[in-house]
């Protein structure tokens, strides 16, 4: 089962602009249930970072800095200024580290408009995957962050995966042996 939450301030740019006490503000209000599986507690409970999601941007400096590295020369959808639609966290792993995948929509639009992202704490680096369909069946992917290593085939990936829900489904099938 998989949980989301809005937050109508999320933005890659707006929220870094705005800073933590707005985002923090904006998101407080909201409702964030519970993370469903005993795995995932677990895991929240072994490392507090596993928590994290986009709804985080502008509050956690690491994963901040990371996506707005990742992001840089790219022009990102106004969409994720206006509100978007977060869903909790995932592990994965792959060449040797493992790290958190992340998974935005366009509010009221999400088949059409998704972002993920694949964000490593312990080195604060992301690789990511913005999805824009054009109504008639073509995907425009936009792959941010790859610099040719592991990510540029097993990032894309879980990437591609947790834009279509498999990892979502299976997510015991992306945690790649280094």
Known sequence: MTIRRIIPALTLTAALVLGPAAL???SGAQDTGTQGTAEQATAQAAAPEMGLTLA??????????????????????????????????????????EYLAMIACKQHDCAENQFAVLYAPGSGTAHGVLSVRDGEGAELLTWLGMAGGP????????????????????????????
């Open 56 to 97: 985080d941007l502008g509050r956690d400096q690491g994963l901040t800095a990371a996506v707005e590295k990742m992001a840089e020369g790219h022009q990102m959808p106004e969409w994720l200024r206006e509100g978007a639609v977060i869903s909790p966290s995932q592990t994965v792993a792959f060449g040797g580290q």
């Open 24 to 26: 923090a503000q904006e």
């Open 151 to 178: 990510e540029t085939i097993d990032g894309r990936t879980i990437l591609y995966a947790a834009l279509t829900g498999s990892l979502a489904n299976h997510p015991q099938d992306f945690r790649y042996a280094e």
